[in-house]
């Protein structure tokens, strides 16, 4: 079974923080994502990366940023958390199109 | 961009009964798969569609790749109360190869 590991399920972080998500997948997928979960809302891509080192924006890019160093790891990082970004954060990893998820990080920012 | 239409956005239904939603889209997609998530939890894969006209099921579940590759459906049958939680539909884009997700349905089922 494909198994896609969130560091966190629930953090708590103040305004202005950095704060980083960790996401380990242990299927040696060459494709991983970085999704935001709101009400309503659905599922909204934040990054991608289809190779190491390689990295490319979703639809909602702004606020956020990304590492992929090693192959089964990728982090998403909020260089200044805002309350805004009070949100639940689904990781990914992706092949022949089905994309397997992980347990989600639910973050709020006060 | 590209946009799912995934209705109805909730159901409040009684044990039992049938469950019917789908997802449209002005685009083409070359795939189309459905997700359940359960509270607390990631979306977990249900069924996944490759090709136009198919149609799969899984259990109690059966979902229909739309001829016109708009468009998907999902149903269940005989709902239980462990049915509950959001489902998503996801297609990926004849244009971008990227996926794309619904909003989601968030299921209730009265015991």
């Known amino acids: 079974d494909v198994k896609v590991t969130q560091s966190s399920r629930y953090l708590v972080k103040r305004t202005g923080e950095k704060v980083f998500l960790e996401c380990v997948q242990d299927?040696?997928?060459?494709?991983m994502f970085w999704y935001r979960q709101d009400p309503g809302l659905g599922l909204r891509l934040i990054y991608f990366s289809y190779d190491v080192k390689m990295k490319e924006k979703g639809d909602i890019p702004e606020g956020y940023s990304v590492s992929r160093e090693k192959k089964e790891r990728f982090s998403l990082i909020l260089e200044s958390a805002s309350t805004n970004q009070t949100s639940m954060y689904l990781c990914?990893?992706?092949?022949?199109?089905?994309?397997?998820f992980g347990q989600g990080t639910r973050l709020t920012v006060v | 961009g590209q946009q799912l239409n995934q209705s109805p956005q909730s159901m409040f239904i009684q044990e039992g009964e049938d469950v019917s939603m789908n997802c449209t889209s002005s685009s083409i997609f070359n795939t189309w798969l459905w997700y359940k998530q359960e509270p607390g939890e990631g979306p977990v894969l249900l069924i996944a569609l490759y090709k136009a006209g198919e149609l799969t099921s899984n259990g109690r579940l059966t979902a229909q790749f739309g001829i016109t590759r708009k468009d998907s459906f999902l149903n269940i049958s005989a709902s239980i109360p462990s049915d509950v939680g959001i489902y998503f539909c996801?297609?990926?884009?004849?244009?971008?190869?990227?996926?794309?997700f619904g909003q989601g349905t968030t299921l209730q089922v009265k015991p």
């Open positions: 996801a297609g990926q884009s004849s244009n971008t190869g990227k996926l794309i």
């Open positions: 299927m040696d997928h060459e494709n």
């Open positions: 990914a990893s992706e092949v022949n199109t089905e994309a397997f």
